[in-house]
Every structure is written in C-alpha cells, then in structure tokens.
C-alpha cells in the first residue's frame, strides 16, 4: 500500500484529516496517511504532503520517495532544499485562483474608484469626485503564471487596460503581454495600479527598488499579494512619503507575522493585510494531491511540477 507522509503542524492536519482520505479514495488510490509523528521508518514512505511551516527540512532519509507534493503555490521554502532529489509539485487549483481574483479585484477596484476618499471622510462637506472608467486605467501585472493570467483576465473582463509582464513572452487576448528588462520598464512606465504576482526567486527579489519604483506614474497604487521581498521596504516608504506612490497594499512581507515596530503598519499609505490574499482551501487542494497520488502510482505525468532550476 502507498504510504503517504502528511508533514504538517496540527492546526493544518486538522483541516485536512476528513477531506484527504475521502479525496484519495475517489482518486481510487489505495494509501496509508500517516504525520510525522508516527513516521518510523522514512525509507518506506512515497509521498510526502508538505506544508512549509512543517519541520521537515531533510530528505535524504526519503530514500523511496516519488514526489514532494506542496500544499501552497509559493515553493522558495523548499525549492532550493538540496537533500530533495524528488519531483516537487506546487499548489494550483481554483481556491487559490478564485481567491486571488477576488482578493486582488477588490483592492484594485477600491483605488481605481477611490473609494477610501469617502470611507475615510465624515466631514459632512459635499466632495464629488468622479474615477474614470475603467477603460480609461493602467493596470500592470507582473508575473502571468497561474494567478497572475487569471487576475489580468479578470481586470480585461472589468475592461481594465491591462498589462502583463513575464518571465517568457505570452501572448493573451486582451492583455499587452511584455517580458525582459524593457518589456519591464514598459509595464511599469505605464502602471496606474501595479500588483506583483511573481515568485520569490534569486531573479526576482528586490525586484521593486527605488529605481523601478520610480518608473510608475506618480501617484500610482502598489498592490503585493506575491512576496514581501520583491519590494524594498526602505524604498517603498521614500517613495511613499513623496508622493511617487499614493498608496500600497501589502499582503505579504520580509518577516511574518509583520513585527509590530515595522513603519507599515503606523504609515497612512500602506494597507496590511495578513498574508490572506488567497489560501489554500482543503476542500479543493486535497483533490489536487489525491490527483497527483493518482498520477505517480500510474506512472503518469505529474501535475503543477516545480522548475527548480528556474526556482518556482
Ligand atoms: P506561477 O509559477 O504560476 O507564475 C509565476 C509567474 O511569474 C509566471 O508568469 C512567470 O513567468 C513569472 N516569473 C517568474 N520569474 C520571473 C522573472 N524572473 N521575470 C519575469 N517573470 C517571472 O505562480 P502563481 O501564479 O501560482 O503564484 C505566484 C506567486 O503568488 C506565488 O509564487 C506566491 O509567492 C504568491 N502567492 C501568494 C498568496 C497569498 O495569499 N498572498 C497565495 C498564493 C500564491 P513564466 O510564465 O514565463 O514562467
């Protein structure tokens, strides 16, 4: 029978203890759930469902291991790990994608519309003030992978100009697809509203420095759902506090949770929010792993398969 190590803290095995075994089943694989506690023999373990807050950091014990199948999108925990010679699989499935969408909609829609002007304001005085349409708005979105594709399709369908920018150059319907140094001076030069869906990788960190930051119009809005560090913090607040940025919404940061000192949280143009742009829905993740079960035990081809040469 397969043997499949769920390496988790509890609080994530509680989610997944009901919806795994049954997602199993009905992928008709036959397979043996155990956690790390009760892991005695790691040679004759075949999966291991990995969550990056688990406490497993080598896997050279593994040594009949056929795949590493992570339970989160973002793999630069584990991708660079060089004790795992196994395929490593990434999460993809539409809870992270509906989630991201609707995530990343929402506060592009809150700057477009200007909407905190009148949140904010109860000063009983009469401030019209008329967005544009979103026809007429800029928006760019780096990185056009699993998330990044649906959300600028998302913004195309609000009618939204929209711009991508990616590692290989794309061609969507709808979206000005760019890639390169200058494809990314292009995107940027143009961005009313940046969102940063990339990876966190050797390439991309530090990504958004001061340089970059002021290649946006000024006054653009900054929305990171990606990676803390694809931004420098230091720069993003120089660039807040004269004005090149208008306003910055930040899911993710360098150190998490974000340290109750950091200048965000005190700073009147930056949203934290904490890390919950998208997570990772037991209810429709455990199929993608029960899939991915189903796949390695028929010699199939694995789903959402990690570039860790490209390091996502
Ligand atoms: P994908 O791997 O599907 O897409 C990554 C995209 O980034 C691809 O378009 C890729 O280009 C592009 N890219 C990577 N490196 C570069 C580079 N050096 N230059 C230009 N483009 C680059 O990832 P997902 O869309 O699934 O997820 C993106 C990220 O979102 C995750 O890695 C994670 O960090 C973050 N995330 C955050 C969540 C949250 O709750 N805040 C939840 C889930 C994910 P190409 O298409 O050419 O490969």
Same mark, same amino acid.
């Given at each position: 029978?397969t /043997?499949?190590?769920?390496?988790?803290?509890?609080?994530?095995?509680?989610?997944?203890?009901?919806?795994?075994?049954?997602?199993?089943?009905?992928a008709g694989v036959e397979a043996?759930?155990?956690?790390?506690?009760?892991?005695?023999?790691?040679?004759?373990?075949?999966?291991?469902?990995? #969550?990056?807050?688990?406490?497993?950091?080598?896997?050279?014990?593994?040594?009949?291991?056929k795949a590493?199948?992570?339970?989160?999108?973002?793999?630069?925990?584990?991708?660079?790990?060089?004790? /795992? $010679? #196994? +395929?490593?699989?990434?999460?993809?499935?539409?809870?992270?994608?509906?989630?991201?969408?609707?995530?990343?909609?929402?506060?592009?829609?809150?700057?477009? /519309?200007?909407?905190?002007?009148?949140?904010?304001?109860?000063?009983?005085?009469?401030?019209?003030?008329?967005?544009?349409?979103?026809?007429?708005?800029?928006?760019?979105?780096?990185?056009?992978?699993?998330?990044?594709?649906?959300?600028?399709?998302?913004?195309?369908?609000?009618?939204?100009?929209?711009?991508?920018?990616?590692?290989?150059? $794309?061609?969507?319907?709808?979206?000005?697809?760019?890639?390169?140094?200058?494809?990314?001076?292009?995107?940027?030069?143009?961005?009313?509203?940046?969102?940063?869906?990339?990876?966190?990788?050797?390439?991309?960190?530090?990504?958004?420095?001061?340089?970059?930051?002021?290649?946006?119009?000024?006054?653009?809005?900054?929305?990171?759902?990606?990676?803390?560090?694809?931004?420098?913090?230091?720069?993003?607040?120089?660039?807040?506090?004269?004005?090149?940025?208008?306003? #910055?919404?930040?899911?993710?940061?360098?150190?998490? +949770?974000?340290?109750?000192?950091?200048?965000?949280?005190?700073?009147?143009?930056?949203?934290?929010?904490?890390?919950? #742009?998208?997570?990772?829905? +037991?209810?429709?993740?455990?199929?993608?792993?029960a899939e991915n079960l189903r796949r390695g035990e028929t010699g199939e081809p694995f789903l959402?398969?990690?570039?860790?040469?490209?390091?996502?």
């Open positions: 029978m /043997l499949v190590l769920f390496s988790a803290p509890d609080s994530v095995w509680d989610e997944y203890r009901d919806v795994l075994p049954r997602a199993i089943a009905r043996r759930i155990i956690r790390d506690d009760a892991l005695t023999d790691p040679t004759e373990v075949d999966y291991i469902v990995y #969550a990056p807050s688990s406490r497993l950091k080598d896997f050279t014990p593994f040594t009949r291991l590493v199948l992570n339970l989160w999108a973002g793999v630069e925990a584990i991708a660079p790990n060089p004790t /795992l $010679k #196994a +395929p490593l699989a990434r999460m993809v499935d539409y809870g992270l994608t509906e989630g991201m969408v609707e995530w990343c909609v929402g506060h592009t829609l809150r700057h477009h /519309l200007g909407m905190d002007q009148d949140i904010r304001r109860n000063d009983a005085e009469w401030h019209p003030h008329v967005p544009p349409l979103a026809r007429w708005r800029n928006i760019t979105v780096l990185g056009l992978g699993a998330l990044g594709e649906a959300v600028a399709r998302a913004l195309v369908d609000l009618n939204f100009r929209v711009t991508g920018w990616s590692r290989r150059q $794309k061609d969507i319907g709808g979206i000005c697809c760019l890639s390169g140094d200058d494809g990314l001076r292009e995107a940027l030069s143009s961005a009313e509203i940046l969102i940063l869906l990339l990876p966190l990788t050797d390439n991309t960190r530090d990504l958004m420095d001061r340089n970059r930051l002021a290649l946006l119009p000024k006054g653009a809005c900054v929305i990171n759902p990606g990676r803390g560090p694809l931004i420098v913090d230091e720069d993003l607040i120089d660039a807040l506090d004269s004005g090149q940025i208008a306003h #910055a919404t930040l899911d993710v940061f360098r150190t998490e +949770p974000l340290p109750p000192e950091h200048p965000f949280w005190a700073h009147d143009g930056v949203t934290v929010t904490p890390h919950i #742009a998208s997570d990772t829905r +037991p209810q429709s993740a455990a199929d993608v792993v959402h398969l990690v570039d860790r040469s490209a390091g996502y």
